[in-house]
């Protein structure tokens, strides 16, 4: 778990000083209006990977989850966002028969 925080503030200060090296490049090369616009996207991308990474260590600790809980709900949400006679049969390709 320690690589994992480890790697989680790497790409953090990759992220930030890429943020602020292309949001300055933009300003000049284009104006401040361009650049804040750019600057509110990577701010949205930092916050969405500061999520990604709670649910990453979230997973992690649940340990008494089984697989194939999980591949039901993917086969669920997949099966009630599309129409009964369009949805996909993923059964097979999960190695679930009995669903």
């Known amino acids: 778990m320690q690589d994992f925080y ?3 503030q ?3 200060v990759v992220t930030l000083l890429l943020t602020g090296i292309i ?3 933009v300003w000049i090369a284009y ?8 600057l509110l996207g990577a701010c949205t991308g930092v916050v969405y990977l500061k999520m990604l990474a709670r649910d990453v260590e979230r997973l992690s600790r649940q340990k008494n989850k089984s697989e194939q809980d999980s591949v039901c709900s993917v ?3 997949d099966y009630s966002s599309n129409s009964m ?3 996909p ?5 999960f190695g679930i028969s009995d669903l």
């Open 6 to 8: 480890q790697l989680q």
């Open 10 to 12: 790497e790409w953090l």
């Open 23 to 25: 949001f300055i490049s």
């Open 31 to 38: 104006s401040l209006n361009i650049a804040l616009n750019y």
């Open 75 to 77: 086969y669920w949400v």
């Open 85 to 87: 006679a369009a949805a």
């Open 89 to 93: 049969d993923y059964s097979n390709f």
